[in-house]
Structures are given as structure tokens and as C-alpha cells.
């Protein structure tokens, strides 16, 4: 299954879209939200990322707080997937990446020599 992947950048407030083969999401595999990982794997050489977010092949999103793979039915008051002041039961995604990932939000936390607009623009234009 491919995975989509979001990177955000916080100093320009953009964000860059990139599309993983399941070949290539195998480094990415067995990691949870809050964990830095090298964006080498994806040709970002020098760049880091924390892994902020991201949702299960249904549309269900990741919590932090479910710790495992795959949906879980959890009693949750606000935040992610809920609204504020309603507490009810509900399937969310664990916080560990899987092949059932279907998408992953990182946030640049360490900056490689060349910029995310040089990155990715070169990439569209070739």
C-alpha cells in the first residue's frame, strides 16, 4: 500500500507532499508519533523530522496516547478524532507506523544544506 507523506516546515509555513512506494516506507516502519528519524531515505540529506501525526487506511487518525498498531476502540474526551467536551468510545489508530499507514505528517526539526524549495521544485520540473 503507498503511503502519503506531508512534511511541514515550520520556518515558511509551507508543506511538501510526497507519495512512498511500499518498497520505500520499510525505513519508516515500526515508528511512533513524537520519534525524530533521518529524511535521507526520501532524498533530504541532513534534514530530520518528528513524526507529528498521521491516519489509518480508513481516514481514522494516529494517537499518541493508543499505544499499538492497527485500530483500537478507546473512551476519549477531545483532541484528535473527537470533539472538546464529549467523551464517548470510538476507533482510533495506535501511535506505531504500519503497512496499514496510509498517510504520516512530519515537522522539520533539523535542516539539511539545501532548501525544501530546491528539493522539491527541481523534483516537479524533471
Excluded at 10 to 16: F, H, V
Excluded at 84 to 102: D, L
Aim: without cysteine.
Amino acid at each position: 500500500m503507498e503511503t502519503k507523506i506531508v512534511i511541514s516546515d515550520p520556518k515558511t509555513g509551507k508543506s511538501y507532499n510526497k507519495t512512498l512506494s511500499p518498497d520505500e516506507n520499510t525505513s519508516i516502519m515500526s515508528k511512533k508519533l513524537g520519534e525524530e528519524i533521518d529524511l535521507s531515505f526520501i532524498g533530504l540529506e541532513g534534514y530530520s523530522a518528528v513524526i507529528t501525526g498521521g491516519s489509518y487506511m480508513t481516514g481514522t487518525p494516529m494517537r499518541k496516547e493508543i499505544d499499538s498498531i492497527g485500530l483500537k476502540p478507546a473512551l476519549i474526551s477531545g483532541g484528535v478524532g473527537n470533539r472538546q467536551g464529549i467523551r464517548r468510545r470510538k476507533s482510533v489508530a495506535g501511535n506505531t507506523v504500519s503497512q496499514f499507514t496510509s498517510q504520516i505528517n512530519f515537522k522539520i526539526v533539523k535542516y539539511g544544506q539545501k532548501s525544501l524549495d530546491e528539493i522539491f521544485i527541481a523534483k516537479t520540473e524533471n
